[in-house]
Nanobody
Framework: QVQLVESGGGWVQAGGSLRLSCAAS????????MGWYRQTPGKQRELVGT???????NYADSVKGRFTISRDNAKTTVYLQMDSLRPEDTAVYYC????????????WGQGTQVTVSS
């Protein structure tokens, strides 16, 4: 089993920045990809970005050029630097992790709220 703990959410004005962190513990040797999704009330959870252990990165079009995902493999921690935030970025952000060979997220964090005011 893998446990994921997010931190760094909060409130910020439009145009501001926040940095989210997600620390993994447990059977971390089994993890390949880690990433971030977000969800607003009444909508499905959507991809923000993912990064593999070899640092192959994928972003949603809506955040390209504004968000940066990075990873510390030694600590199995993934970060999401969010710049130029917009009110539409307001959501609960969830960290996830996928095992090697998995085609879906196997583990999820509890989520952290990000609120961007106009």
């Amino acid at each position: 089993q893998v446990q994921l703990v997010e931190s760094g959410g909060g409130w910020v004005q439009a145009g501001g920045s926040l940095r989210l962190s997600c620390a993994a513990s447990g059977s971390i040797f089994s993890i390949n990809a880690m990433g971030w999704y977000r969800q607003t009330p009444g909508k499905q959870r959507e991809l923000v970005g993912t990064i593999t252990r070899s640092r192959r990165i994928n972003y949603a079009d809506s955040v390209k050029g504004r968000f940066t995902i990075s990873r510390d493999n030694a600590k199995t921690t993934v970060y999401l630097q969010m710049d130029s935030l917009r009110p539409e970025d307001t959501a609960v952000y969830y960290c996830n992790a996928a095992r090697y060979g998995s085609t879906k997220a196997d583990y999820w964090g509890q989520g952290t709220q990000v609120t961007v005011s106009s």
